[in-house]
């Protein structure tokens, strides 16, 4: 296995290699400076090594995949190290017009394509293209590739990018556009994919149910792909997550959620189960408020908070919900990156989505980010006393992270609402 830096050595000792490369296949070692600062959001190494002669930009991320961004906010992995990467950018000229190509098109659809960018580019700056792709390719000990297969390696990379190499504005933290449209799975089926395996695993084998219910991140992503997947049979294995929930955590969004699940079946038994958790804890008589005296109303009970709050439809389910479950997995950059991606959404209506979005990033430990969702909430406050809380808590999360000149900034309210909380003046105030 060659050196990630191999073929920029090459160019590099070589001007005249170096010339080629960047006159037809436009990868060009000059230009290794991007438009503006910018960053992988997961916080890993980057290093710009080329550009091209739109103002886009390959980076070199850890362990050798290879990251372009245009000079218009556009971003994606397009090879799993530097020789891949030259193999493309010499085999495919042109490359960025085929992102969202059919690689399963038919062999006569994608020669037309391939020939007419070519030939576009022998006419306009290269005529020696055909020669000077046997060069390169044999002085930097690279194949030549089937274009159909790189441009299916391509689009595998593309769709690698997110959530490990998300690229953000150093700055502002905004994230950078897909380069392409190719279809991704939703959120929500990658977060739900564990419970879903777990819930086939519980009704084959009942051996394993305790095993998933005493996990609590294995039993909650369980019960949300129940609500989705139900079958009259899994009362019993819906009892066991319940019970176990009820036991370990109490009062949650989980214990409600199986609450509901079971209470659907109308059992007279769960409506004295159900009855017993609300008398033992006020916590959880608040969290399964309006539960019904008798066991005959327990299913429509159910059904009422089932229809307003639930569902059958991952699509329905509030987006936070499936970024705090991938945090619980363990998935940081996943939720991450989903949560930077609804916060670059969010307009002027979201004040209550942004307050959420902060906490997530908070419990993630991206102080930057959740600064930033912080700043949006306390603007659009436009209450005295809800906009001084808002910046208290903008003023906290930017000391924790070391910006205390902007923290005594947030902490400068106007004295009306300096009044509303109590006339604190600033950071360490008593």
């Not at 000229?93 to 062999?107: N, Q, R, S």
């Not at 000990?141 to 790189?150: A, C, D, F, Q, Y």
């Not at 504005?169 to 279809?183: F, I, M, T, V």
Request: with cysteine; glycine share 10%.
């Amino acid at each position: 296995m060659t050196h990630p830096d191999h073929v920029l050595t090459v160019l590099r000792r070589d001007p005249d290699l170096a010339r080629l490369a960047a006159g037809a296949f436009d990868f060009d070692l000059d230009r290794a400076e991007h438009v503006e600062e910018v960053r992988l959001a997961s916080g890993a190494p980057l290093r710009a090594v080329a550009g091209d002669d739109t103002g886009g930009t390959f980076f070199l991320c850890a362990d050798g995949p290879v990251l372009y961004a245009s000079s218009e906010g556009g971003a994606g992995l397009i090879g799993a190290g530097l020789d891949e990467v030259l193999e493309i950018v010499i085999g495919l000229p042109g490359w960025h017009d085929y992102t969202d190509l059919d690689p399963e098109a038919d062999d006569e659809e994608l020669q037309e394509v391939f020939a007419r960018t070519e030939d576009e580019i022998r006419r306009s700056y290269g005529p020696g293209l055909d020669a000077d792709r046997s060069t390169l390719l044999s002085a930097l000990g690279l194949r030549r590739v089937p274009r159909r297969e790189l441009l299916r390696r391509l689009q595998e990379c593309l769709l690698r990018t997110e959530p490990e190499f998300l690229l953000v504005n150093a700055d502002e933290g905004c994230a950078y556009e897909s380069l392409d449209r190719l279809p991704r799975p939703p959120l929500w089926q990658t977060v739900l994919a564990p419970g879903r395996a777990d819930l086939v695993r519980m009704r084959a084998d009942q051996d394993c149910w305790n095993t998933i219910a005493n996990d609590p991140v294995r039993r909650a992503t369980a019960l949300r792909a129940a609500q989705y997947d139900r079958q009259p049979g899994d009362l019993q294995l819906l009892r066991t997550l319940l019970r176990q929930e009820a036991a370990d955590r109490g009062n949650t969004p989980e214990l409600r959620l199986a609450a509901v699940l079971v209470g659907l079946h109308g059992m007279a038994e769960d409506h004295a189960m159900l009855r017993a958790l609300r008398e033992a804890d006020p916590d959880v008589h608040f969290l399964l408020d309006g539960f019904p005296d008798c066991p005959g109303a327990l299913a429509q009970w159910a059904a009422d908070i089932d229809w307003s709050d639930y569902g059958q439809d991952p699509h329905d389910t509030y987006d936070l919900t499936w970024t705090a479950l991938a945090r619980r997995q363990g998935r940081t950059e996943l939720a991450r990156a989903a949560l930077i991606r609804i916060l670059d959404g969010t307009g002027p209506r979201d004040e209550a989505l942004l307050g959420g979005i902060a906490r997530e990033l908070e419990a993630l430990g991206d102080l930057g980010q959740a600064i930033r969702a912080r700043r949006l909430h306390a603007s659009l406050q436009d209450d005295a006393d809800r906009h001084g809380s808002a910046l208290g808590d903008l003023a906290s999360l930017q000391r924790r992270h070391s910006e205390v000149a902007a923290a005594w900034g947030s902490a400068a309210w106007p004295p009306e609402a300096k009044a509303h909380r109590g006339g604190r003046s600033g950071p360490g105030s008593p």
